[in-house]
C-alpha cells in the first residue's frame, strides 16, 4: 500500500479567543484561552490518516513534547520518524475572533533543528508509489525538494507559513503545489491573486497547483490542462479557520493516494475543509472520513472549468 510520508511540523498550540484581532500598539483581553496539539505537519498528518491514508511522520519535538506524539499515535500515525531533541518543541500563539478569523505568529523550536542524517534516511526509506508532503515549517525544505526529486519521489508541498525563503525553492521539483492567496502571490512576487495564479500556473508547468481561496473555494490548474478548475466553498458557519487548510491538504493527500482523480479528490477535500471551520482547535477540529462523505453526499458544488489565459 502506498504511504504518505509528512516532513511536518509539531506545535504546542496556545490559543487565545479574542473579541477582534490585536492590531499594532493594541492590548486586549482574551476572553478563554485553551492549550492543543497542533503545526501544520501533525495536523495534515492526523487528517490524512482519517481519512484512510497510511502516515508516517518525519520531525522532532523538544522534551516537551511527548503529548505530540503522543496524539500522533493515537491517530494511527507511524511516528518512529520523530527525534526528540534538546530544543523546545514549536509552539504557536494563535488568536481566534468572534467570527472565527485568525491570527498567528509560530516558534519553530525543533521544527527548524532537524538533524540532515533523518531526512536523508527518511527519502531512502520511500518506495515507488509513496507520497512526500512537505510544509514550509521545518528546515531544509529546498535541499528535500531536490533530494526528493532525484530520487524519483512524489512530492506536495504546501508553502505555508510564507516567508522569504520561498522565493528561492526549487518548486519545479514538486508534482503538486498547495497555496493560499497570501501564499501564492509572495512566491509569484504579484500584487493581485489572479496574475499570481497565471504567474504560478506558467513558471510551474510541470506541476499541479491547487490555490485555496478559503470562503471564496479554490482553483486548481493541472499540468498539461489549459483549462483550470474552479470549486466554490461550501456555505458554514465558521467557528475558528485554525486547521482548515490543514484538513484539506491531509484528505487531498489521502485521495490522491487511492488514485481518486484530482476533481473528485478536491471535492472531498473541500468538504473537510469546510468542516474543520466549523469546530474549535486545530487537531480537535479535524472531520471524521464519515462525516466527509456525508457532506460530500448532500453537497450541490460542482466543478467548472475556467480559462485563464
Known sequence: ????????????DWVYQVPNLVAAGET???????????GKG????????????????????????????ETLNS?????????????????????????????????PGANRSIP????????DSMVAGDWLLVQNETNDVAEVLTQGRQRGIKIAVNLA???????????????????????????AQRSDVHSAF??????????DIVLTLGGDGLWCAQAGQATAIILDSHKVDAVDETAAGDAFIGYLMAAL?????????????????????????????????????????????????LDFE
Open 257 to 305: 493516494l487511492a488514485d481518486m482523480a484530482m476533481p473528485e479528490a478536491l471535492l472531498q477535500a473541500s468538504a473537510a475543509g469546510a468542516l474543520a471551520v466549523t469546530r474549535a482547535g486545530a487537531a480537535s477540529s479535524l472531520p471524521t472520513r464519515d462525516d466527509v462523505d456525508a457532506m460530500c453526499r448532500q453537497s450541490a458544488l460542482s466543478l467548472r472549468q
Open 1 to 12: 500500500m502506498s504511504r504518505l510520508v509528512n516532513f511536518g511540523s509539531l506545535c504546542i
Open 116 to 123: 540532515q542524517s533523518q531526512w536523508l534516511f527518511m527519502l
Open 42 to 69: 501533525l495536523n495534515q498528518s492526523i487528517a490524512a490518516a482519517m481519512a484512510g491514508a497510511e502516515v508516517l511522520h518525519f520531525g522532532a519535538v523538544g522534551d516537551d513534547g511527548a503529548a505530540l506524539i
Open 161 to 187: 507559513p510564507a516567508d522569504e525563503r520561498i522565493i528561492e525553492y526549487p518548486i519545479e521539483n514538486a508534482a503538486l503545489l498547495i497555496v493560499n492567496e497570501i501564499e501564492a502571490m509572495a512566491l
Open 75 to 107: 491517530a494511527g500515525v507511524d511516528t518512529r520518524g520523530i527525534l526528540q531533541l534538546e530544543d523546545a518543541s514549536g509552539h504557536a500563539v494563535i488568536q481566534v475572533d468572534t467570527n472565527g478569523r485568525n491570527a498567528i505568529v509560530i516558534y
Open 198 to 207: 497565471a504567474e504560478l500556473r506558467q513558471r510551474y508547468a510541470a506541476t
Open 28 to 38: 486586549i483581553s482574551s476572553v478563554g484561552r485553551a492549550v492543543h496539539p497542533g
